[in-house]
């Protein structure tokens, strides 16, 4: 007993760490619900376990893969290790081109068929048989999943895959997006399949630290895959629709102005005296003008567009919004943000809008800086706010400190959101501290943190 129960505290501080918000309560929670249900079977202790520490969907892969990592579907070699057509003298995993042309057969029959068991078993045999490398020391192994995609290659399956599902009638679109959606999905089956084998060799705690991505809100900006931005996308106008609803709730909270207290006072006549009711004066609403100043070279552009993002889904929280880019030169691209535009066309606007403004080939802040104040000076005034969006990495050329202090001397407020994490501030061509002591530097590097960035500064 004491070591499921290390097993389950385990299982939720390596939720935590991966940004899951797991709280004592919840934790009660899932003992309870786990006492109330069956385990003998796997798939129901995991609905147990999601239903009461999961709270959005965005983080539900990082679960599932931080349950099968702890909580293993199988041990040892599973299935792989008992199939009659293994060579026993080859440790009972056969890898050759009779093999694999055998087992890419049977995988296309598997996926074409939608088989989710036998798609699970061959995962496991995938792994077995192709993806074996040695490990770093005397007796250790290791498990890689790149290595059996690439032995295998069942991408190259994808045809075969669609001229089945066309026999059953589907159209050529739907059965090339169901077909790709299904290799996605034995993809997974055979990553899973990996961590679960280092797993058993190094530990859940290893793999936890090292394999598993955290959920999609606390992944980094810069680290995020094309499938990950994707995901961020559509995870951008749900986090624009509750921080709208929090702002307009707190802002009704605080709509009362100071006292009114000769109001005050009258009205208490009829009560002898006694202010049992208040009443105060009316408080003028504030809107203010926000100017956006993104770099949008090499992997902060990911940042910088998702935050653009934000702020065109929360418009109507400023009284005006006007947005510009730079590599080494400035360009305004206000004109994009288009009330109705779907976002996958913004950004496509947007990275042709930008695609000339390098004049020199490398970021120039300093430069992008002067441009700026030369060319859209009248941008900026005492209701607008400076938000500037960046890695503060200028290629060692000039920063034009002055240049800063002058327009953030013209604004409201000033802002930097910096998407590297703050122990690489500082480092190589990074002037982030020096620019920090002109404009408060705040580091952002994934969707949460702007989350917060955003609601603190409205």
């Known amino acids: ?100 042309a055998a087992f890419r057969d049977e995988l296309a029959d598997a996926l074409a068929e939608g088989d989710q068991q036998a798609m699970l078993e061959m995962a496991a045999e995938m792994i077995a048989r192709f993806g074996a490398m040695p490990g770093r020391g005397p007796g250790l192994s290791s498990w890689s999943a790149y290595t059996a995609m690439q032995r295998v290659a069942p991408s190259e399956l994808v045809d075969k895959i669609v001229q089945a599902l066309m026999a059953e009638g589907r159209l050529d679109d739907e059965a090339r997006r169901e077909a790709g959606r299904r290799m996605g999905g034995f993809t997974a089956m055979v990553e899973a399949d990996a961590r679960r084998r280092i797993a058993e060799e190094k530990g859940p705690e290893h793999v936890a630290n090292v394999a598993i991505k955290p959920s999609i809100d606390r992944l980094d900006f810069t680290a995020a895959r094309r499938s990950d931005l994707e995901q961020m996308r559509r995870e951008i106008y749900p986090l624009a629709r509750r921080l709208a609803t929090r702002l307009t709730q707190e802002h009704h909270a605080r709509r009362r102005g100071p006292l009114d207290f000769r109001r005050t006072v009258r009205a208490s006549m009829s009560t002898g005296g006694v202010p049992l009711t208040t009443h105060h004066k009316p408080k003028r609403p504030h809107r203010t003008e926000l100017v956006v100043l993104c770099d949008v070279s090499g992997s902060v552009a990911n940042f910088a567009q998702f935050t653009l993002l934000l702020v065109y889904a929360l418009r109507d929280q400023f009284e005006k919004v006007r947005a510009f880019t730079f590599i080494d030169h400035v360009h305004e691209v206000t004109e994009h943000f288009v009330p109705g535009a779907d976002p996958a066309d913004v950004l496509t606007e947007l990275a042709a809008a930008t695609s000339h403004a390098a004049l020199w080939g490398r970021t120039n802040y300093g430069r992008a800086l002067v441009k700026f104040e030369e060319n859209h000076a009248d941008a900026l005034g005492p209701k607008s706010s400076l938000l500037i969006l960046g890695d503060a990495r200028s290629n060692y050329s000039d920063l034009h400190l002055d240049v800063l202090k002058r327009l953030a001397g013209s604004a409201r407020h000033a802002w930097w959101l910096n998407p590297e994490h703050r122990r690489h501030w500082d480092t190589g061509d990074s002037a982030a501290t020096k620019y920090g002591e002109v404009v408060p530097m705040v580091e952002c590097r994934n969707l949460t943190q702007l989350g917060e960035f955003v609601h603190d500064i409205l």
Do not use: C
């Not at 097993?7 to 619900?33: K, M, N, Q, Y």
């Not at 786990?34 to 679960?63: C, H, I, N």
């Not at 931080?66 to 599973?78: A, E, I, Q």
């Open 1 to 100: 007993m004491s070591g499921l129960v290390d097993r389950h505290i385990s299982f939720l501080e390596a939720l935590r760490a991966a940004g899951l918000s797991v709280s004592l309560a919840e934790d009660l929670d899932a003992i309870a619900a786990l006492q109330a249900l069956p385990w003998d079977d796997r798939s129901v202790v995991q609905a147990g376990y999601a239903a009461t520490l999961v709270k959005k969907q965005t983080q539900r892969p990082t679960f599932d893969a931080l349950f099968d990592v702890y909580f293993p579907r199988m041990v040892g070699d599973g299935v792989a290790g008992q199939r009659d057509d293994d060579d026993p003298a080859d440790g009972g995993v056969r890898d050759n081109a009779e093999a694999l």
